[in-house]
């Protein structure tokens, strides 16, 4: 028997099989999808790989696989999944492989894998009836054997220091019983159960609404007939989406299939997975970057081994071992973090449906401001459409009032704060309601620059100005993490005037203690969140402690529960509105009503919003909270411009320290392109990205724009394999499709 390999290796050049000869010993275990490892090369050191294939004949092997690691494989369907990954999102085969691999056994080094923990656990060492008699006939006399055996006789398989202190025995005692065969000793894997201290009070399905009723009957049906399905359930915040999805769950899991819900991972709360827990109980499994190697890599054993059958997670959680799938479930599917921007590019929404078309099983996408693609879809009749009009708890929306900044200028006001945020601010103070304000810019001054010559402090590495951060009086560059100690005095021309532009969270915090020096504030961006002190704990003071006033960026907007807020001021909605960027005007809409959704969840909230386009569509639909009416005018404007959902955008980066090698790349993959005919494609010409410079590496890029399909994604990847292009190692091609960012 001969296998087809993979090397788990990046190198563009071993994105190819290989043939190997399976020795005898080994033909039992070997499947497609083992883990193998292989001499390979000249290298004496022996490389990992994955078995894509199995055959009777082959040319080209002449060396035996040395060794198989049987715990690391995985399904021949991932193996599928990862060959089509890799042609969609032009990188190797590997790299898609080593996502589906358990959680720190990707790592060649044996080190530095997961150990299982095992314990000592306790069982009967003969039937309760025969250890019975062997009392009764006073052959077991010792009384504290009686006890172990009498404790055992419901309590079996206990952890043995747990039995020691419960029936106040020795390890001599436990001994003696092991050697007369009353009891026996088993080495097994320890549990480390997220949930263990966890205590959950049990949550009944409630009774649907009609409009719940209608979307849930629907999708149950494809559940009982085994049919795939792509549906979207759109509706506002707490309109019962996710009372929805725990009932299609708990159909999927009565049928003994699995599920898989996406989060975005910052709201993946415990309020969140709590949710889940009262429902479900421990039949969940949650997968997030907070955990330890060691908790994700026992979480996922319980899935694949059957034990866990509802998986909550963020993006990579798709790739969860499950066994039997019934149903996706991407919550927020709007969300940006369900598209990867490292290698692999991969958008989970995509996949997401491979998957469920493979499995046979619906797809459910919730939102209350769907993705503009997604709605598109379902207008067209692509995917099923949902919608749930009224607010299952009957909560009332907040009311927005939208501040023109301009003229709070012509008032002579410079504040950062309108005077009717000011007003609001304050009357939330008087009446001890807490108060969010919402900017999405960290650190102090967004850049700082000299007032006589007008130079700007960069980023040694990257071509992008330098935040100014108080607390640490230091500058920082975004991107690389440089820092530098703040100038008085302009390296340029000595002035001393050098002056600090633009607003970050740590200037409006200290604007706010000194307008409010009563009012207790805490801050939440990346600087203030950390290991220790987690966006939880931050949101957890926020919350128990009373404090006055929240000053966050992005981090606050997301899926928390506030009962006390009433206000949130958003300091400025324009930042994300000038990028350049054909997504920045649906992030800003998104955004804005995200944020007004925080206030007044249980009493009527109000939500001030300073601007300075105040006529800007974004900025007035947010206002009405009207995601119909921002769809139309969007779709309109998107089909004028032919933006996606009308063509996809492929983005080809390239980055290398060396310029001239870019530009040589960079143009031979342009010709490589256009000499293609009927390519059916708007290509337009390498130029430097809007951040030219990251990390001391240029960066440039083309772009393209067409309907994808497999032809061009052919033509991509023939453009940029290439032995020319190849023997420019240092420079770094990226493709990337309908991308995050545009930077
Ligand atoms: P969403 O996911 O759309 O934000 P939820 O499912 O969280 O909405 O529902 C909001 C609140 O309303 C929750 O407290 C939920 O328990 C409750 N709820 C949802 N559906 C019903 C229903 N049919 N009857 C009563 N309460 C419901
Ligand atoms: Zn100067
Ligand atoms: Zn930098």
Request: with cysteine.
């Amino acid at each position: 028997m001969f296998a087809e390999l993979i090397i788990n290796s990046n190198v563009k050049t071993l994105n190819k099989t290989f043939d190997y000869i399976v020795p005898e010993s080994m033909q039992n275990d070997i499947r497609v999808g083992s883990r193998v490892f292989v001499p390979f090369g000249n290298g004496k050191k022996l490389e990992d790989g994955f078995v894509i294939n199995l055959k009777d004949e082959s040319e080209f092997a002449n060396k035996e696989i040395a060794k198989v690691e049987i715990k690391d494989s995985i399904s021949e369907e991932n193996i599928e999944l990862a060959r089509l990954m890799s042609r969609k999102y032009f990188c190797n085969i590997s790299d898609c492989i080593r996502l589906m691999l358990p959680p720190g056994t990707a790592s060649k080094v044996a080190s530095n894998r997961i150990k299982e923990k095992t314990g000592t656990f306790v069982y009967l060492g003969k039937s309760i009836d025969e250890l019975e008699m062997l009392i009764d006939t006073k052959q077991i006399k010792s009384e504290k054997h009686i006890k172990v055996i009498r404790f055992l006789s419901t309590n079996e398989g206990i952890y043995k220091s747990n039995l020691e202190s419960i029936c106040e025995v020795s390890n001599a005692v436990l001994q003696t019983m092991v050697k007369h065969n009353y009891i026996k000793f088993k080495e097994e894997q320890m549990e480390r159960n997220p949930f263990m201290h966890k205590a959950y009070t049990r949550d009944e399905a409630k009774k649907l609404t009609k409009e719940q009723k209608v979307c849930f009957d629907s999708i149950a049906s494809d559940i009982d007939k085994g049919e795939f399905s792509e549906n979207l359930i759109y509706g506002i915040t707490g309109s019962g989406k996710t009372e929805i999805y725990l009932q299609l769950i708990d159909k999927v899991l009565k049928s003994g299939k699995d599920s898989i819900v996406l989060v975005p991972e910052i709201s993946l709360t415990p309020q969140m997975v709590d949710r889940f827990l009262a429902r479900f109980g421990d039949t969940i499994a949650v997968l997030h970057s907070r955990l330890s190697n060691g908790e994700r890599f026992d979480e996922w054993k319980k899935i694949r081994n059957g034990d866990k059958k509802i998986v909550i997670g963020a993006r990579s959680a798709i790739f969860a071992p499950v066994n039997n799938l019934g149903i996706i479930i991407i919550d927020e599917e709007h969300d940006i973090s369900y598209k990867s921007d490292t290698t692999p590019r991969y958008s989970a929404k995509d996949l997401a449906g491979f998957i469920c078309k493979n499995n046979n099983c619906p797809l459910v996408l919730g939102s209350a401001t769907p993705d503009i693609i997604t709605m598109y879809k379902a207008k067209s009749g692509k995917i099923n459409l949902y919608t749930l009009t009224k607010r299952a708890n009957e909560a009332k929306l907040p009311s927005v009032e939208i501040i023109d900044l301009r003229q709070e200028l012509a008032m002579g006001n410079r504040s950062m704060l309108s005077f009717k945020l000011q007003d609001e601010i304050e009357k939330n103070l008087k009446d001890k309601k807490q108060t969010i304000l919402y900017l999405n810019r960290r650190g102090y001054s967004t850049f700082v620059m000299c007032r006589d010559c007008g130079y700007v402090a960069k980023c040694k590495n990257c071509n992008i100005s330098l935040t100014y951060h108080m607390t640490e009086n230091k500058l920082k560059c975004h991107y690389c993490g440089y820092e530098e100690k703040l100038v008085n005095i302009c390296p340029e021309c000595s002035s001393k005037k050098i002056k600090y532009f633009g607003t970050g969270t740590q200037k409006l915090e200290k604007e706010i203690n000194k307008l409010y020096p009563e009012a207790s504030t805490i801050r939440m961006d990346i600087d203030t969140v950390s290991k220790k002190n987690s966006h939880e704990d931050i949101l957890n003071t926020f919350k128990n402690d009373g404090i006055d006033i929240l000053i966050g960026t992005q981090m606050v907007v997301k899926g928390h529960h506030f009962p006390s807020v009433t206000l949130v001021g958003v300091i400025s909605a324009d930042s994300s509105l000038n990028l350049d960027d054909y997504r920045a005007v649906e992030r800003t809409f998104q955004t804005l009503v995200q944020v007004a959704g925080r206030s007044g969840r249980e009493e009527a909230g109000r939500v001030v919003i300073q601007t300075y386009n105040p006529d800007h569509y974004a900025i007035i639909d947010s206002q009405k909270q009207d995601y119909d009416l921002f769809y139309n005018q969007e779709i309109e404007l998107r089909k004028q411009l032919n933006y996606p959902p009308f063509c996809d955008i492929i983005l080809v980066s390239f980055s290398g320290e060396n310029l001239k090698n870019i530009q040589k790349v960079s143009d031979l993959v342009y010709r490589r392109i256009n000499a293609i005919e009927n390519n059916n494609m708007r290509l337009y010409k390498p130029v430097p990205s809007p951040i030219d410079k990251i990390k001391n590496k240029y960066r440039w890029r083309i772009i393209a724009k067409c309907k994808v399909t497999t032809k061009t994604l052919d033509i991509i990847n023939f453009a940029i394999n290439d032995e020319r292009i190849q023997k420019c190692k240092d420079v770094r091609i990226t493709v990337d499709i309908n991308p995050n960012t545009m930077n």
